[in-house]
C-alpha cells in the first residue's frame, strides 16, 4: 500500500484523500486550522452558521456531481438563487430584467450604455490583456463603469486595468450583454451553442448545514478508510534531494516540530510559501518569482439580526464607492437550517483586504460597528437590531491575476516539475481561482495519478468545458496555448479572427432602443418647447410608423414602434453580415482547395 502526505484539508485536498481511499491508498493530511474545509468551511458561531464567502453547488462535471450526492444524501438541499446589485440607492435584479434595470437607470443612462455596447462591439479595443479591456469588449465600457469597476477594485484591491484578462475569461466566461439581455427576455441558461451560462444559473444545491458539512462528512470517510487527517500544524520545511521530497517538517501550536514522510506528496498550500519552504532552496529568480505572486485577503463580519426576514436574497454585491463593504451574504435564505432561532437572521458582511491594511488589525468591536454602520447607511437594517456579531479573517483568501502573475507561475512551475513525487492541486496550490469543483476534479486527478494515470491537473478550469478525461498541457499553460491555438486555421477561422461575428439580438436591441428612445425624447423635447404648430416636419415620420404623431400619445406609440422597426434593423444588418462573411470563407475555402489540386497536378 503506497502512502501519500497531503498538505492541506480544503476540498481539494480532501477530495485527493478520499479518491485515493477509493483505490486502496493510505492518505496522512496536514491541516494548520483546527477545522477541514479551506475556504469551503464553516463556521458555528453560537448555533449561527456561516460560509467563509458564499459556496453554490453548480458543476458541469458529472464526477463531482456523483461526488456531491454520493456523501451528502438527502443533506444535499436544491435552492432557488436571487441575487441583486446595489448601485446608486438602487437594487438591480441579477441575472439582468430589462425593466428593472431601465428604472434603475433611467432612460437616458440606459441610452447612454446601448450607444457605448454598440460601440465596442462594431469596434472593439484590439487589445485584451486586461480585465477593464476584456469587459468593456463585450459589454461596453459603460455598463462596465457601472457593474463591474467598482466592486472589482473593492475585490482586488488594485486597478481594473492591472487586472489580467484571464481572470475575467475564466470567471465570466461566455456570458455577455447579448446573452444576458437573451436570458431576461426568454430565461435562457444556455449559449446559442448549448453551453450552460454559470453565471445565470437561478438553481443551485447546498448543503443542509453548509459547505462544512460536505468537508466534514468527506473527513469523516477518509477516517474510516485507514486515512488520518493531523491538525494544527502548519508545513514550514520540505526537504528534497534528486528529483524528490524526502521529508516534509511542520510546526504544531504548542511549538513543537513535527516530521512526515510519504512516497507522494500533494500540496494544496499557497505556491509562494511552498516555494519559499524547500530545502535546499530554489534559485534566486525562482523565489523572485514565487514572491511576486500575490493573494488578497479576506474578512466577513457576521451580525445577528433581531428580524425573521431582513431582505430575500442569497446575496447582495454592493457596488457603492461609499462604503467598503464588498457583499452582504444572508445565510439564512442559503438554508434554514444555518440559524438556530426562525425568529433572527444572520448576515454576513464581506470586506476584501490586504493583510497590511489597517482594518485588517482592527479589533472585532471595531469592525462589527463598521459593519452595523455600512449596513444602516445603505437602508438594510436599523442598528438597534443587531444583538450579536463575530469577526473571521481569512488570509491568502484570492489568489490575485495581475499583469506579471503568469509569467511568474511558468518559471515557478517549470522549476517545481523537476520534483517528480510532488503535485500541485486547489486554489493556493495552483494560484489559480478555482471554484470549489474545479479544485475537487484537480484532487481526483491528482488522486487517480498516483495509480497509474496521466492526468493534466492543470487542465481544470483552463478552458469553458471541462471533462474527466485525460489531457497533456505543455509547461507553459495558458501562454503557449495560446500560441499553438493559432496555428492551422481554416479559411472560415481566418475570416471569424479578421471580422468578429456580429450578434443580431445585441445590434438589434441597440439600434431599437437608440430609435425608440432618440423618436421619445425628440417629440418630448418639441412638445416642452411648445408653438403654433408642433413638429410639422417630425410629424412626417407617422408615414413609416403608424399612429404617431407629435403628442404625448404619439410619443409613446412611436416609442413602441422605433424600438420594433430599429430591431429588425439591426436584426437584419447583422444576419446579413454575418451571411455574407459565411459566403466570403466559403468562397476562400473552394479557391484554397483549386489551389492545392494545381500545386498536386505540378508535382505529378
Same mark, same amino acid.
Given at each position: 500500500?503506497s502512502s501519500?502526505?497531503?498538505?492541506?484539508?480544503?476540498p481539494?485536498?480532501?477530495t485527493?484523500?478520499?479518491?485515493?481511499?477509493?483505490?486502496?491508498?493510505r492518505?496522512?493530511?496536514v491541516?494548520?486550522?483546527?477545522?477541514?474545509?479551506?475556504?469551503?468551511?464553516?463556521?458555528?458561531?453560537?448555533?449561527?452558521?456561516?460560509?467563509?464567502?458564499?459556496?453554490?453547488?453548480?458543476?458541469?462535471?458529472?464526477l463531482?456531481?456523483?461526488?456531491?450526492?454520493?456523501?451528502?444524501?438527502?443533506?444535499?438541499?436544491?435552492?432557488?438563487?436571487?441575487?441583486?446589485?446595489?448601485?446608486?440607492?438602487?437594487?438591480?435584479e441579477?441575472?439582468?430584467?430589462?425593466l428593472?434595470a431601465?428604472?434603475g437607470l433611467?432612460?437616458?443612462?440606459?441610452?447612454?450604455?446601448c450607444?457605448?455596447?454598440?460601440?465596442?462591439?462594431?469596434? !472593439?479595443?484590439?487589445?485584451?490583456?486586461?480585465?477593464?479591456?476584456?469587459?468593456?469588449?463585450?459589454?461596453?465600457?459603460r455598463?462596465?463603469?457601472?457593474?463591474?469597476?467598482?466592486y472589482?477594485?473593492?475585490?482586488?484591491?488594485?486597478?481594473c486595468?492591472?487586472?489580467?484578462?484571464?481572470?475575467?475569461?475564466?470567471?465570466?466566461?461566455?456570458?455577455?450583454?447579448?446573452?444576458?439581455?437573451?436570458?431576461?427576455? %426568454?430565461?435562457?441558461?444556455?449559449?446559442?451553442?448549448?453551453?450552460?451560462?454559470?453565471s445565470?444559473?437561478?438553481?443551485?444545491?447546498?448543503?443542509?448545514?453548509?459547505?462544512?458539512?460536505l468537508w466534514?462528512?468527506?473527513?469523516?470517510l477518509?477516517a474510516q478508510?485507514?486515512?488520518?487527517?493531523?491538525?494544527g500544524?502548519?508545513?514550514?520545511?520540505?526537504?528534497?534531494?534528486?528529483?524528490?521530497?524526502?521529508?516534509?517538517?511542520?510546526?504544531?501550536?504548542?511549538?513543537?516540530?513535527?516530521?512526515?514522510?510519504?512516497?507522494?506528496?500533494?500540496?494544496?498550500?499557497?505556491i509562494?510559501?511552498?516555494?519559499?519552504a524547500?530545502?535546499p532552496?530554489?534559485?534566486?529568480?525562482?523565489?523572485?518569482?514565487?514572491?511576486?505572486?500575490?493573494?488578497?485577503?479576506?474578512?466577513?463580519?457576521?451580525?445577528?439580526?433581531?428580524?425573521?426576514?431582513?431582505?430575500?436574497d442569497?446575496?447582495?454585491y454592493?457596488?457603492?464607492?461609499?462604503?467598503?463593504?464588498?457583499?452582504?451574504?444572508?445565510?439564512k435564505?442559503?438554508s434554514?437550517h444555518?440559524v438556530?432561532?426562525?425568529?433572527?437572521?444572520?448576515?454576513?458582511?464581506?470586506?476584501?483586504?490586504?493583510?497590511?491594511?489597517?482594518?485588517?488589525?482592527?479589533?472585532?468591536?471595531?469592525?462589527?460597528?463598521?459593519?452595523?454602520?455600512?449596513?444602516?447607511q445603505?437602508g438594510?437594517?436599523?442598528?438597534?437590531?443587531?444583538?450579536?456579531?463575530?469577526?473571521?479573517?481569512?488570509?491568502?483568501?484570492? !489568489?490575485?491575476?495581475?499583469r506579471?502573475?503568469?509569467?511568474?507561475?511558468?518559471?515557478?512551475?517549470?522549476?517545481l516539475?523537476?520534483?517528480?513525487?510532488?503535485?500541485?492541486?486547489?486554489?493556493?496550490?495552483?494560484?489559480?481561482?478555482?471554484?470549489?469543483?474545479?479544485s475537487?476534479?484537480?484532487?481526483?486527478?491528482?488522486?487517480?495519478?498516483?495509480?497509474?494515470?496521466?492526468?493534466?491537473v492543470?487542465?481544470?478550469?483552463?478552458?469553458?468545458?471541462?471533462?474527466?478525461?485525460?489531457?497533456?498541457?505543455?509547461?507553459?499553460?495558458?501562454?503557449?496555448?495560446?500560441?499553438?491555438?493559432?496555428?492551422?486555421?481554416s479559411?472560415?477561422?481566418?475570416?471569424?479572427?479578421?471580422?468578429?461575428?456580429?450578434d443580431?439580438?445585441?445590434l438589434?436591441?441597440?439600434?431599437?432602443?437608440?430609435?425608440?428612445?432618440?423618436?421619445f425624447?425628440?417629440?418630448?423635447?418639441?412638445?416642452?418647447?411648445?408653438?403654433?404648430?408642433?413638429?410639422?416636419?417630425?410629424?412626417?415620420?407617422?408615414?413609416? %410608423?403608424?399612429?404617431?404623431?407629435?403628442?404625448?400619445?404619439?410619443?409613446?406609440?412611436?416609442?413602441?414602434?422605433?424600438v420594433?422597426?430599429?430591431?429588425?434593423?439591426? %436584426?437584419?444588418?447583422a444576419?446579413?453580415?454575418?451571411?455574407?462573411?459565411?459566403?466570403?470563407?466559403?468562397l476562400?475555402?473552394?479557391?484554397?482547395?483549386?489551389?492545392?489540386?494545381r500545386?498536386l497536378?505540378?508535382?505529378?
Amino acid at each position: 500500500m503506497s502512502s501519500v502526505l497531503i498538505i492541506g484539508a480544503g476540498p481539494a485536498g480532501l477530495t485527493a484523500a478520499y479518491e485515493l481511499s477509493k483505490l486502496g491508498m493510505r492518505s496522512t493530511l496536514v491541516e494548520a486550522d483546527h477545522q477541514v474545509g479551506g475556504l469551503s468551511r464553516t463556521v458555528n458561531y453560537r448555533g449561527y452558521r456561516f460560509d467563509v464567502g458564499g459556496h453554490r453547488f453548480f458543476s458541469k462535471v458529472p464526477l463531482i456531481n456523483q461526488l456531491w450526492h454520493e456523501m451528502l444524501g438527502e443533506d444535499f438541499l436544491l435552492r432557488a438563487r436571487l441575487s441583486r446589485i446595489y448601485y446608486r440607492g438602487h437594487y438591480f435584479e441579477y441575472p439582468l430584467k430589462p425593466l428593472n434595470a431601465l428604472t434603475g437607470l433611467g432612460p437616458v443612462e440606459a441610452l447612454l450604455v446601448c450607444l457605448s455596447y454598440a460601440k465596442a462591439r462594431l469596434a !472593439p479595443t484590439s487589445e485584451e490583456s486586461s480585465f477593464e479591456q476584456w469587459v468593456s469588449n463585450r459589454f461596453g465600457y459603460r455598463l462596465y463603469e457601472i457593474f463591474f469597476k467598482t466592486y472589482t477594485e473593492k475585490v482586488w484591491g488594485i486597478p481594473c486595468s492591472e487586472i489580467s484578462a484571464d481572470w475575467a475569461a475564466q470567471r465570466i466566461k461566455n456570458l455577455s450583454l447579448a446573452e444576458a439581455v437573451r436570458n431576461a427576455l %426568454f430565461n435562457r441558461t444556455r449559449t446559442k451553442g448549448g453551453e450552460i451560462i454559470t453565471s445565470l444559473i437561478d438553481r443551485f444545491h447546498y448543503p443542509r448545514f453548509g459547505p462544512g458539512m460536505l468537508w466534514e462528512r468527506c473527513a469523516e470517510l477518509v477516517a474510516q478508510r485507514g486515512g488520518e487527517i493531523i491538525h494544527g500544524v502548519r508545513v514550514e520545511c520540505i526537504r528534497h534531494r534528486h528529483g524528490r521530497i524526502e521529508c516534509v517538517y511542520g510546526r504544531a501550536r504548542d511549538g513543537g516540530r513535527v516530521e512526515f514522510s510519504g512516497e507522494h506528496v500533494i500540496s494544496t498550500m499557497p505556491i509562494r510559501d511552498l516555494i519559499n519552504a524547500l530545502d535546499p532552496a530554489p534559485p534566486d529568480d525562482v523565489r523572485r518569482a514565487a514572491d511576486r505572486l500575490r493573494y488578497r485577503d479576506y474578512l466577513t463580519v457576521v451580525l445577528v439580526v433581531k428580524r425573521a426576514a431582513v431582505f430575500p436574497d442569497n446575496w447582495i454585491y454592493i457596488h457603492s464607492p461609499e462604503v467598503k463593504l464588498g457583499r452582504i451574504q444572508n445565510y439564512k435564505n442559503w438554508s434554514p437550517h444555518m440559524v438556530p432561532d426562525a425568529s433572527r437572521s444572520s448576515l454576513g458582511l464581506e470586506y476584501f483586504l490586504w493583510d497590511h491594511d489597517e482594518e485588517w488589525s482592527w479589533e472585532r468591536e471595531r469592525l462589527i460597528d463598521t459593519g452595523i454602520h455600512d449596513c444602516a447607511q445603505i437602508g438594510l437594517i436599523k442598528p438597534h437590531e443587531v444583538e450579536d456579531g463575530t469577526v473571521v479573517r481569512v488570509p491568502k483568501a484570492y !489568489p490575485v491575476y495581475d499583469r506579471t502573475y503568469q509569467r511568474d507561475l511558468v518559471t515557478v512551475r517549470r522549476y517545481l516539475e523537476q520534483l517528480t513525487n510532488l503535485q500541485l492541486i486547489g486554489r493556493n496550490g495552483q494560484h489559480r481561482y478555482n471554484n470549489q469543483d474545479h479544485s475537487m476534479l484537480a484532487g481526483v486527478y491528482a488522486a487517480r495519478n498516483l495509480a497509474g494515470a496521466s492526468y493534466d491537473v492543470w487542465s481544470v478550469n483552463t478552458e469553458q468545458d471541462y471533462q474527466e478525461e485525460a489531457t497533456a498541457a505543455p509547461v507553459g499553460g495558458p501562454l503557449s496555448a495560446g500560441v499553438a491555438a493559432k496555428r492551422h486555421l481554416s479559411p472560415e477561422q481566418v475570416v471569424e479572427a479578421a471580422f468578429a461575428r456580429l450578434d443580431p439580438v445585441a445590434l438589434g436591441a441597440a439600434f431599437g432602443t437608440v430609435g425608440g428612445v432618440g423618436l421619445f425624447f425628440a417629440t418630448a423635447f418639441l412638445l416642452l418647447k411648445g408653438g403654433f404648430r408642433v413638429g410639422k416636419h417630425l410629424a412626417l415620420l407617422g408615414q413609416y %410608423f403608424a399612429g404617431f404623431r407629435p403628442t404625448w400619445a404619439g410619443a409613446f406609440i412611436g416609442l413602441f414602434e422605433a424600438v420594433l422597426g430599429g430591431f429588425a434593423l439591426g %436584426f437584419a444588418v447583422a444576419s446579413l453580415r454575418n451571411w455574407g462573411l459565411a459566403a466570403y470563407a466559403v468562397l476562400l475555402r473552394r479557391r484554397a482547395a483549386a489551389e492545392a489540386r494545381r500545386d498536386l497536378l505540378d508535382r505529378v
